[in-house]
């Protein structure tokens, strides 16, 4: 019931935001932009304590018993999941990041070479420097992934 409540409420505040700022359009932009800072704060802090909370940090110690009678202590982690985290964010941050490096220098390239076609070979190796971020990354993952 709670949840039919608050979704109402949503809609409704924003209907009522939308007719509000229909009429003020210069105010609906400054609106937004904190709007939209707000949530990507708030966001965040979401992401980190969902984190925080969602993956163990604890080492556990296992006491088995032997066949002699004697007691064995070992130390075992189940931290696997900050480990797989970790790789996932090295992988795709770095490719994020290369995909950006890669669509400016590709636009500032063929600008160039639309000026300039001898200069193809030189814009290639800016392109491919770009791309070479994502090797690392890759990198990255493998040895965390080779420590897990």
């Known amino acids: 019931m709670a949840y039919v409540v608050s ?12 007719f ?8 609906a932009r400054s609106f937004a932009k904190k709007f ?3 949530n990507i704060a708030v966001f965040g802090v979401v992401l980190l304590l969902a ?4 993956f163990p940090t604890h080492v556990s110690a296992q006491t088995t018993t032997s066949t002699t009678g004697t007691s064995v202590t070992s130390d075992t982690t189940n931290n696997k999941g900050l480990g797989l985290l970790g790789a996932a964010l090295s992988t795709g941050l770095s490719a994020i990041g290369a995909g950006i490096g890669v669509a400016i220098v590709g636009s500032a390239a063929v600008g160039a070479i639309s000026e300039k076609p001898e ?9 491919g420097l770009a791309e070479g971020i994502v090797i690392y990354g890759l990198i990255v ?8």
């Open 51 to 54: 984190i925080i909370t969602l």
């Open 20 to 27: 509000y700022f229909s009429k003020k359009p210069e105010k």
């Open 141 to 148: 993952s493998i040895m965390i992934l080779g420590r897990i």
């Open 119 to 127: 200069l193809l070979g030189r814009t290639l190796i800016y392109v």
């Open 36 to 38: 939209f800072r707000g």
């Open 7 to 18: 979704l109402t409420a949503l809609v409704v505040l924003t209907i009522m935001f939308g």
